[in-house]
């Protein structure tokens, strides 16, 4: 495409509101607009990043046996009530009446709608496998949508469903979703990683994310040394590298000392001058349901230099939510203290132990009484322990739940997610089949999601340095970025137009800056825009029977024979393409 | 595709709610599926048939300079304020509050949003002309959705905007995206009609619709003998093609008579042995924009056989909406008289007369007096009237506007709507340019639809036979359908497959019915899915050195060489695509 003729405007300054590099540059580049929170414009150069990385998408997932339907993004009420989820959801499903007072909502994902459909058709197990996606809006009433298309409310997403007869074929499909998104990934040109992840609301038990890995990224990944082990940090098992220092000392005697003023564990460890890992700290957390109607208090003991996983506690108590904290004058009132000079001896409430407490002897803990403590305190003599269970949030340096090493902390950006569902969806709407001997079946389902504008963006949050954005060639807008110095002469244009016209014959797609511009504005764009490879048409260059290449992601610079430079660049472009 | 890979399930019944033939045949096909009223599941065939349109818009759009964006489906209450359209579009506009109180809708035209988008790019004469355009989901809320896709709520929409600096510029866009949308519709394979259309709710004044025609077709067209004049029969003029009989009779004198029980103009006409078009009728309308407050009647004449045409009467009285009827009572309380005995003799009140009753001499209407009518009155003589004008719907056997002979009716589906919008929205928005002076000036705009996925189903509409569909070529969801008859027999499962791969390397894609079933069930699924060529092979044509093809339009069936087969049908696939 000739500048001239389409429409690029790029913007000097970075909008206020955009706080991470993916979203300050792709605004800056005309290729993302804000229509209101969370919802955007995706200008002409950004719809064909995003059409290339579908069209990988569908590629990878028809090889592996996926057929594409589109579904509606309005749904009735009536379905998603068959799941129970049209009140599980909570506020991010966005609810509406139409004109008839009818209640409908935006699809946020289709499990009902796709096993409503699927449940018309499939009667027997002759119909099975099958796998059905599309790629599609979707909508989700994000309280505070920010960084652009990485939490958006309105976004594209592929989203994949499988139905299997037996939980074996289905794990089937799911390890080949597994395979395809890798393909996927590998092909977008990414730096990823995947990861064994929380199910969340989707439900199921076998689930792992696939993560572009970015400093900004908003999930905390674990990842032993060879890359064996990888998970969230939501549900990555927590081990200790090694016992306690404390595990192989004598038992001790209680002693109870005055505290006052230390109120936390960095004030503790700064005045007994122990470390934070050496302290027991204690929590307080409601394990209702329903808590402002019954509060049902636990106590959790974790080392002083440990987080609480909320995931994991929820699980544990099965709770429908993360569990709230006890306020102050609640954990007065259930321990006698408040938090700061609170423990775990004397309390009788259920009192959970996080594994990296276990081999802890003789530590400190709060006396119940406000500004006191206790030492040489030790479970089992001191007090009684409901269950020693991994509760804590991992971190790096923590041992590989694989064995293999210690764990390395990443940041990423999730843009895919796969789902062993089993029979959620399908035992509530009642989607069967009939099996070799006439007897009706559950079937079994999986799910697979994509984000695809979130993906485009998280490429860039990976890919772009203080010019611009740098475009891996799979889904960049543009292959080639011609830049004409003096789009007057005929023979710069010449040249310039010759080659834009073979490349394109190739399939080599051209942007052509043929604006009556200064060269340092046409570099300035070339870099913003980032496309992989700029090629600059000059009078000089010309004259000497040369151009010049510059590659965007090296910067390295080549001066081309004009009798070369289209051999040069297909060249170059099989080179980057998987 | 091989049938056992895909997903295809056809019904032996059409629904209880699917009145039109193609509406019934998409069900039957798997194609569509209803989620709820007017929203549709778009199964894997409908969407092949829906993304071939789509390539052929976008590159007839791109060819003509347009460049694709892609807008958001939910737009914020504050951009509609600013045309006033919120309030002004009625429920048809979907609003909705998200989870923070605000106001929201869901996108049934972008004129708003993409006004806003390009208002923040151009800045000057030399960002002029644009023409921006998308292929994206809308949401209507329809009151009574129906015929399937053909009034849905969710729909998909291809919409243009254009940008230019003056009318003759914007005519000019215009103009050129007429030239577009013919050679889309050609390229579709349909019988389509342009008509001038009204401007509806979008405003602006000049607009010409897309029709594919169709028995069925909502819409009623009036086409002069050569087809070189075209309206929508809302808009059309209506020019008798005679003047009336009496027309050059000496004015007799007025004579009462008694008419009891004769309500109706057909009444009349039997009674008096005088023909519908010879009589005139009286219908009263409140000229008033809130007729609850404030009646404003008005009397309109029409000949007994003409139907008013509600929109030239809105346009005549300047009013917002379709003027209201008054109920009986008050026509009583106007007139002297209920419905059936009324007349414009002794009115106090505007009379409108339609330009049909100009030419009547001494004709027949109520005498304002309940069972009374009065023959041989003469307007001028008397009464007086307003004025004369076109008022009533024009009809088949009508002087064509272009004075080319007659008028003829069609019923036709509007697939495509063009609209020269002028400063409509710009002005609203403030949306300007600078001009080579430096001064400021209002962009003028136009804007272009077309129903994508209505489209596809009136092509159906248009194109289909007892046993099922017959897709053109060009959007047919495969070019040709491949039943093997014995597909365990090595050598004709040799002679299919090959001709398949052949064919799909060619680009010529295949659907292959590899399924265990007799060739009966079959060729009904083939006749019924309407590819528009079938392939049989089976063991004895197979011995026979032969296959045998059938084209779905005409039913001609052929035997073909099995080393000719492949020729043929890239031949044959020559044929039928633009």
Redesign the interface.
Known sequence: MKWS???I?TLKDSPADAEIPSHKLLVRA?MI?K???G??????L??RS?RKFEKIVREELEKS?C??????????KE?WDETGRWDKMG??L?K?K???N?D?C?GATHEE?IT??IR??IKSYRDLP?N?FQV??K?R?E?RPRFGLMRG??FIMKDAYSFDADPESALDSYKKMHTAYCRIFERLGANFRVVKADSGSIGGDTSEEFHILADSGEDHLLVSEDGSFAANVEICPAIDFEDASSSQEELKSLEEFDTPGLKTIADLANSLKISEKDLVKTLFYSASNEPEKELKPVAILLRGSDELNPIKLKNLLGLNDEPLMLNDQEVKNVSGAFPGSCGPVGLNIPIYMDTGVASMKNYVVGANKDNKHIRNVNHDRDYKVEKIVDLRLAKEGDKSPDGKGQLKSYRGIEVGHIFYLGQVYSKAMGATYLDKNGKSQTIEMGCYGIGISRSVQAVIEQNHDKDGMIWPAAIAPYAVHICILDPKDEKVSGVAYSLYNDLNAQGIDCLMDDRDERPGVKFKDADLLGMPLRVTVGGRGVENGEVEIVERKTGEKRSIAISDIKKTIIEWWGQQTL
Chains 1, 2 share one sequence.
């Open positions: 003729e389409g429409y405007y005309g607009r229509l209101g929170q919802v955007h414009t995706y200008g002409p950004m719809l995003i046996g057929v594409e339907l589109l579904m509606p993004l309005v749904h009735p379905l506020k991010a966005l509406f139409n004109r008839l009818q409908w935006l709608v409503d459909f018309k058709d099958k059905l599609a809006t909508y009433d309280i409310r309105e």
